[in-house]
């Protein structure tokens, strides 16, 4: 599967962005999905998953009640909600997908999954 992901830019703190990334290539629905991020100087650090069954969610608590995961399996996308930015989530965020077993399965680990998309820039200004 290939991953496409976008929506990222500049924000205020305290602002919302709406990331988005496109799946093409397989059935979507097969695929549990996640988002990780990456700021400089740092390692990929998890943010949120859902499962493959759209029914199971999971955040870091960095961004609890702050971000929200979400697909539309017709149009073979995930998406991010994150609102009340601060300028510590300034990162690229990457989405990532892998075929998932368990119908309710998350995946937090960036070694569990299979596929990335490219990566989408996210800047928060203080």
Request: charged share 15%.
């Amino acid at each position: 599967v290939q991953l496409q992901a976008s929506g990222g830019g500049l924000v205020q703190a305290g602002g919302s962005l709406r990331l988005a990334c496109v799946a093409s290539g397989r059935t979507f629905s097969i695929y549990a999905m996640g988002w990780f991020r990456q700021a400089p100087g740092k390692e990929r650090e998890f943010v949120a998953a859902i499962s493959s069954s759209r029914t199971t969610t999971y955040y870091a608590d960095s961004v609890k009640g702050r971000f929200t995961v979400s697909t539309d399996n017709a149009k073979n996308t995930v998406y991010l909600q994150m609102n009340s930015l601060k300028p510590e989530d300034a990162a690229v965020y990457y989405c990532a997908a892998v075929h998932a077993a368990g119908y309710y399965r998350l995946f937090s680990g960036a070694a569990e999954y299979q596929y990335w998309g490219q990566g989408t820039q996210v800047t928060v200004s203080s």
